[in-house]
T-cell receptor, first 115, second 114 residues
Framework: AQKVTQAQTEISVVEKEDVTLDCVYE???????LFWYKQPPSGELVFLIR??????QNEISGRYSWNFQKSTSSFNFTITASQVVDSAVYFC????????????FGAGTTVTVRA | DAMVIQNPRYQVTQFGKPVTLSCSQT?????MYWYQQKSSQAPKLLFH???????NEADTPDNFQSRRPNTSFCFLDIRSPGLGDAAMYLC?????????????FGPGTRLTVT
């Protein structure tokens, strides 16, 4: 069963629009970690954020913000005022104690920002 | 400065000809991972080393092997590459295994099998 679901396969926006990427996860662990990674066309996966299951505080980093809601098992990611450089594939991932902390990736969402 | 380095960035090999991909890290992390990523898919974990302890994923084909001669280096050996092994191979590191540390990825090696 898929542990991480990223329902949006592709999103296309015009520069300066906001874009929200959905991530829904499934786990029975009480201790787990959630991540977002960015994969630009160059191929390297870039770490964006790590959240543990006990910290539901939302976080903002520049134009990026994350909304973690345990009640709905969601960890959504918003890019505000998108730029062409934000064009990439974004992966949400889950790390569980019961899975030796290995990363379970979602299928990824391809974001295209048009000038 | 690059922290996880993979060489080469592009590798072409012939069907059945052994190939070795290289990964090195300057982070002094205990854990090193190898992932396979095919087009439009998420990365798939092949195996990882926690220090010198090797951990193979259950569904990793025997054709894939790995070596970690020291903390800094890790190699992926594909003994007899098939056309289906053409993919991007990503190396990653993390400081430790049991605390949910983030993984840092290298730029990947894109393998083509002809």
């Amino acid at each position: 069963a898929q542990k991480v679901t990223q329902a949006q396969t592709e999103i296309s926006v015009v520069e300066k629009e906001d874009v929200t990427l959905d991530c829904v996860y499934e786990t029975r662990d009480t201790t787990y970690y959630l991540f977002w990674y960015k994969q630009p066309p160059s191929g390297e996966l870039v770490f964006l954020i790590r959240r543990n299951s006990f910290d539901e505080q939302n976080e903002i980093s520049g134009r990026y913000s994350w909304n973690f809601q345990k009640s709905t098992s969601s960890f959504n990611f918003t890019i505000t005022a998108s730029q062409v450089v934000d064009s990439a594939v974004y992966f949400c991932a889950l790390s569980e104690v019961s899975n030796d902390y290995k990363l379970s990736f979602g299928a990824g969402t391809t974001v295209t920002v048009r000038a | 400065d690059a922290m996880v380095i993979q060489n080469p960035r592009y590798q072409v090999t012939q069907f059945g000809k052994p190939v070795t991909l290289s990964c090195s890290q300057t982070l002094n992390h205990n854990v090193m991972y190898w992932y396979q990523q095919k087009s439009s898919q998420a990365p798939k974990l092949l195996f990882h080393y926690y220090d010198k302890d090797f951990n193979n994923e259950a569904d990793t084909p025997d054709n894939f092997q790995s070596r970690r001669p020291n903390t800094s280096f890790c190699f992926l050996d594909i003994r007899s590459p098939g056309l289906g092994d053409a993919a991007m191979y990503l190396c990653a590191t993390s400081r430790d295994l049991r605390t949910g540390n983030e993984q840092y990825f290298g730029p990947g090696t894109r393998l083509t099998v002809t």
